[in-house]
C-alpha cells in the first residue's frame, strides 16, 4: 500500500520525503526533536476525538486493528475532548435504555 505519493501519483521515494519533510521543518523554524513518526499519535488522537472507531483508524492508516490499539496505548492523548465525548454517548445510551 502506498501512503505517500507525488504531484504525479507515483509512489514518492524515502530520500524524496525525507528533504520535503526537513524542508517543511526548516520553512516552520521548529526546533524540536519531532519525527515523521510523531504525526501518527497526533493522527490516531485526532481520529479518535471525532469518534473513529479502531477498526476505522485501521482502515484509514494501513495499520491492522491490533496494530491500532498498540498505538492507541501509546500515543493516544488523553483529552477533555475525549472524555466529553464519552459522558455523552453514555448520557445517550441510558436515556435510550429507558
Given amino acids: 500500500m502506498t501512503n ?3 504531484a504525479d501519483g507515483l509512489a514518492s521515494s524515502k530520500s524524496a520525503f525525507h528533504h520535503a ?3 517543511a521543518f ?3 523554524k521548529i526546533t524540536d526533536d519531532l519525527h515523521f513518526n510523531d504525526l501518527r499519535g497526533a493522527a490516531v488522537t485526532i481520529l479518535s ?3 473513529c472507531t479502531p477498526q ?3 482502515t484509514i492508516a494501513g495499520y491492522t486493528v491490533a ?3 498498540k ?3 501509546v500515543y493516544l492523548a488523553r483529552t477533555r475532548a475525549l472524555a466529553q465525548s464519552a459522558i455523552i454517548k453514555l448520557d445517550g445510551h441510558r436515556r ?3
Fill in 56 to 58: 476505522g483508524i485501521a
Fill in 26 to 28: 526548516d520553512r516552520a
Fill in 49 to 51: 476525538e471525532a469518534g
Fill in 4 to 6: 505517500l505519493t507525488k
Fill in 71 to 73: 498505538i492507541l496505548e
Fill in 96 to 98: 435510550n435504555a429507558k
Fill in 67 to 69: 496494530s491500532v490499539h
Fill in 21 to 23: 519533510w526537513k524542508a
